[in-house]
């Protein structure tokens, strides 16, 4: 009886990011739960694969080439899917990146690049789409991914960490100003998943261990233990949860030593 609202049958959505890593498996996994997916980055071979993995769960998509921290592009993605879909029912804001400088050594540049890839292109994104979802008699569905970066205090730089604080309190505020819209906005936070952002890093077995040893399941999370989460936000069996940072951690944050 509960299974069928997990599904998204007939939904239209735009994921970012989509040309790899978690982005490419969330697309996937909205296209098997039946959604058709609009697929944004920079690279369009990347996107092309994707757009193979959406077809062969026999959902459409579109590959729209965007760079998401310019408005122009946003606003021209967003129209492009109203136009061709008539609706954008979840909006999954997922691209993002990292440079790794120590906190004095950031220079302006990279303040900007972190800044406006994580934070400022998910605010113009969830605009754009918000939009139209306001007028929607179905409302929608937002998620943005954050990080458990954006919640405790991490190693992985200090702009990447305030980019993804600062998504997770946007996702609060958004969530109260469009609830009454039937706008849910949600955002997950992962821990570490392999992906090309981060295997480098998993590549190293002492960095491995000292992830290993502050998480209380004791692996690195494999993608679809993130794609599940992220369609269960999407769908009709997550409609009464809001505003809600949901971690997908293996139990990191739990920790209070
Ligand atoms: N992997 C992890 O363990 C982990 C943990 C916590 C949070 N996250 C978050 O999860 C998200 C995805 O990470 P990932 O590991 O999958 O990274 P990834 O493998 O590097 O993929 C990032 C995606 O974002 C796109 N992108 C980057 N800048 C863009 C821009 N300006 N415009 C459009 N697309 C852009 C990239 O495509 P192009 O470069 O071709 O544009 C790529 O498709 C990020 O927000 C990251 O912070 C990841």
Not at 211 to 218: E, H, N, S
Request: aromatic share 6%; hydrophobic share 45%.
């Amino acid at each position: 009886m509960y299974l069928p609202s997990f599904r998204l049958d007939g939904k239209k959505a735009i994921v970012t990011g989509a040309g790899r890593g978690i982005g490419r498996a969330l697309a996937s996994a909205l296209a098997e739960a039946g959604a058709d997916v609009a697929i944004l980055s920079r690279t369009v071979s990347d996107l092309e694969e994707t757009a193979e993995i959406i077809h062969n769960h026999g959902k459409q998509s579109l590959i729209i080439p965007t760079d998401v921290t310019k408005r122009e592009d946003a606003s021209r993605a967003v129209k492009m899917v109203k136009e061709e879909w008539g609706s954008i029912d979840i909006l999954i804001n997922n691209a993002g990146m990292n440079i790794r400088s120590k906190a004095l050594d950031v220079t302006d540049e990279e303040w900007e690049t972190i800044m406006n890839t994580n934070l400022k292109s998910a605010f113009m994104m969830a605009q754009e789409t918000g939009k139209l979802m306001k007028d929607q008699e179905t409302g929608g569905r937002i998620i943005s991914v954050t990080s458990v970066a954006g919640h405790v205090a991490l190693r992985t730089g200090v702009v990447y960490a305030a980019s993804k604080a600062a998504l997770i309190q946007m996702t609060k505020v958004l969530a109260l100003e469009w609830g009454k819209y039937n706008i849910n906005v949600n955002a997950i936070g992962p821990w570490y998943f392999k992906t090309p952002l981060t295997e480098k890093l998993l590549a190293d077995p002492s960095y491995v261990k000292d992830i290993l040893d502050v998480t209380p399941l004791k692996r690195i999370g494999e993608l679809p233990e993130l794609a599940g989460p992220a369609v269960f936000l999407a769908s009709d069996a997550g409609s009464y949860v809001h505003g809600q940072t949901l971690f997908v951690d293996g139990g990191m944050t739990i920790q209070g030593f």
